[in-house]
């Protein structure tokens, strides 16, 4: 129990440095956080990662970035070579792991027993859990194979079920009790196009009922469409981390029109003060400067005789952002 | 209780939502939870059921052996086997002492062997490990159901020896090594102490096969290593120029058991087991906590 039992002590005289900005204790802070394998390679290098309570974390990077690693320090799975993580404000590592009973977490896709049914298989993770009370135990996994839509496939043995149904299982054993974050890894890997928005849908309401939720993904459109924040990591270091429209802040929006006629379009952008005018096959775009009103340009268009196909302002997405502060495309990194 | 309740005060003034969770902190859990649970798992799965069943069939087919084939075991055969046919109750030690040397350390090794590898190589150890199950608990709870299995699976022979051997032959006083001659409730008792023993010869190969469990997440390597050991160990004690180191070994005094079908019981050499067999549940469990407790779990 003892190890339970520190965050009086840690909250009342903790680090100002871990701290999120809003005097709140962050869900997750690393300090120089860094992983060296060992056959040498430094898979994740001096992370400073600040999640704030509350949030939706995006925690993005291609494969091979040091997500997995980071995740594994962060849950006392593997030691760091250097620096250290807390989570709440308490540390975890491989002999302090009280804190993870707050936390409910899916690490590189859901392991279970084959030979048992979903139901025993989240018994026995419940089991695991020593704060977990057993008397309210097949009620709170009834409702977890609720949640995520598995109560009828409860009794079947794991190894009957098709790799979306065990994600959601490994989604399950996560929601056995509610948890103040959630750590999860490509939750919606395996899953139809169906089931990635029912686990979107039950991220967001998670999010909703005041669960920080740390989302790692390969997935732009997945962490645009869910995250309050995000961190992008590029070969084992934070690229940067903040909020998403802060990050997108930071790029430019284009305006953007499609036409046969480029070389016209192109004249008239730049005679309505269009700045960095490019012309790509069809499309011709330049910034989308604040004095340059849309409607304004649209009618200089036509009024010149550009036969207009399309027209609009593109505001920059999160590859753009990922592209621009890392300089390369978002693949595995060698 | 107390300080878990104070930190829940502090927590629900600092934190946005952690009330729930800290609360839950002062529940009070039996400590046995993962271990019933560990041993329901081990009992429910098919291979070990599959082991211990193959375990049941050696002395049903030993009993069914000696009983064809009775008319032509004269004076000349020796130890338990000989006097099986004339009494039931000695089946149970002619198969003990049969499946000691190889089937009972197979079966061992099998599960002693896969016990970490096995969740390590299933990607389960590291949801028990973030549950959070404990390192150590986890440890403890593992050598725990071992020796269980060792129990069990002892006893499974035992049981089904007895009941073979009551089926099939008649039962009378038993005559002991020593040629006094003992009633069958005090024969039962004795077969009941052989059985523990036996059980407790095992535990040495358990942590052994824990150590290795620790090492690999290949469970398959680390099962090979510890049925493997046990024939190394009878290899070794075969060869009289290692003499020296044989005394080492934890299969060294395995037949002492025998020692208790002896009137007064000799117990030197059964002392010197039950030291070995802790000697080696000391370093080798010392050794998967030192590898457990450390390891990067990146399965």
């Known amino acids: 129990m003892s190890e339970h039992s520190s965050p009086a002590a840690a909250q009342g005289g903790g680090t100002t440095a871990l ?57 006392g799975l593997i030691s760091p070579t250097a620096g250290g993580a807390r989570l709440f404000d308490e540390p975890v590592d491989a002999a302090h792991v009280g804190t993870l009973t707050r936390v409910g977490a899916l690490i590189e896709g859901p392991a279970h027993y084959p030979y048992l049914t979903g139901r025993a298989n989240l018994a026995r993770y419940d089991a695991a859990d020593r704060t ?36 959601r ?71 940067t981390q903040g909020s998403v429209a802060e990050l997108r802040e930071g790029l430019k929006a284009r305006l953007a029109v499609t036409t046969p006629d480029t070389a016209e379009a192109a004249a008239v952008l730049k005679e309505q003060g269009g700045q960095d005018v490019r012309v790509d096959g069809e499309r011709v775009d330049c910034d989308a400067a604040a004095g340059l009103g849309p409607e304004t340009v649209c009618a200089a268009l036509v009024g010149a005789g550009v036969r207009v196909r399309a027209f609009g302002v593109e505001r920059p997405s999160l590859e753009d952002a990922f592209v621009a502060l890392t300089g390369e495309g978002f693949d595995v990194a060698e | 209780m107390s300080q878990s309740s104070a930190a829940a005060a502090v927590s629900t003034a600092g934190e946005a939502r952690p009330a729930a969770s800290a609360a839950r902190r002062g529940f009070a859990n039996p400590r046995g939870s993962l271990l019933a649970n560990e041993l329901a798992t081990m009992f429910r799965r098919n291979r070990n059921l599959v ?63 896969d016990s970490i590898s096995g969740e390590a190589a299933q990607g389960t150890l590291r949801y028990l490990l973030v549950a959070p199950a404990g390192r150590v608990r986890l440890l403890a709870v593992k050598a725990v159901s071992l020796v269980v299995f060792c129990l069990v699976a002892t006893a499974v022979v035992a049981g089904a020896a007895l009941l073979t051997g009551l089926a099939l032959f ?15 409730g005090a024969a039962l008792v004795k077969a009941l102490w052989i059985t523990l023993l036996v059980a407790a010869s095992l535990l040495g190969l358990a942590a052994v096969g824990l150590f290795f469990s620790t090492l690999t997440d290949t469970p398959i390597a680390a099962m090979a290593v ?49 030291l070995i067999q802790l000697g080696y ?18 399965s």
């Open chain 2, 281 to 298: 549940v000391a370093v080798f469990g010392s050794a998967a906590w030192a590898r457990l407790s450390t390891r990067d779990v990146t």
């Open chain 1, 19 to 75: 701290r999120a900005p809003q005097g709140a204790v962050a869900a997750i802070a690393t300090d120089g956080l860094s992983k060296r394998y060992r056959g040498g390679q430094l898979a994740v290098d001096g992370l400073d990662l600040r999640v704030p309570q509350g949030s939706v974390f995006g925690f993005l990077g291609p494969n091979g970035s040091g997500k997995t690693t980071t995740i594994r320090m962060l849950l």
């Open chain 2, 51 to 113: 082991l211990l069943a193959a375990l049941a069939l050696i002395p049903v087919a030993l009993g069914v052996a000696l009983k064809v084939t009775t008319r032509h075991h004269g004076q000349g055969a020796g130890g338990f086997l000989a006097q099986v046919s004339n009494n039931g109750l000695f089946l149970v030690f002619a198969a003990l002492s049969l499946t000691l040397p190889i089937f009972l350390p197979m079966a061992l090794g099998v599960v002693a062997g």
């Open chain 1, 132 to 167: 977990a009370e057993p008397a309210t135990r097949s009620v709170r996994i009834d409702r977890a194979l609720e949640q995520v839509g598995l109560a009828n496939a409860a009794e079947k043995k794991a190894k009957a079920y098709s790799l979306g149904m065990k994600q």
């Open chain 1, 169 to 239: 299982l490994g989604l399950a054993s996560a929601l056995l009790q509610p948890r103040d974050l959630l750590i999860l890894d490509e939750p919606t890997n395996g899953l139809d196009p169906q089931g990635m928005r029912e686990i979107r849908t039950l991220i967001t309401s998670l999010a909703a009922q005041g669960t920080t939720i740390f989302l790692s993904s390969h997935l732009l459109d997945e962490i645009e469409q869910v995250c309050t924040d995000v961190a992008i990591m590029s070969r084992g270091r934070l690229v």
């Open chain 2, 226 to 274: 510890a049925t493997g050991v046990t024939i190394m160990c009878g290899i070794l004690q075969a060869i009289p120029q290692l003499a020296s180191i044989q005394p080492w070994l934890y299969t060294y005094q395995w037949s002492s058991y025998a020692d208790l079908l002896r009137d007064p019981v000799y117990l030197a050499n059964i002392e010197r087991n039950l």
């Open chain 2, 170 to 184: 008649p039962v009378g006083p038993v005559t002991l090594l020593s040629g006094d001659s003992i009633g069958m």
